[in-house]
């Protein structure tokens, strides 16, 4: 239980750092010139089509909220000693509705590059 606690105020730790830092940064040149040419483009493009926009923020929402949800609910699972909760999590891994649910998030809302070939 302890490592979880420091675990919990590591996270918390960092995410005040980040945020402190992030409020700071510098957009470099070419990216402010770049987003100062598409920025009217695209909020042009938002107006004319509002859905689009809705459907890109709850993309973007999706991510940034299941990512690191699911990674803390991994570290907390793995942290701990009892096995129940280490039994749950593989029993909600194999239920057909969280495979469906992770496949559709993966499948609408990754960037799929392609591989080099060596």
Known sequence: MRKLIYFVLAFLAASVVFVAFAQDAVVPAPI????????????GFIKQYPVIGIVVFWIGAVRIVMKPVMAVALAIVQLTNTKSDDEWLAKLKTKKWYKTVCFILDWFLSVKLPKEEK
């Open 32 to 43: 402010s010139g770049i987003l100062a040419i598409l920025g009217p483009l695209f909020e």
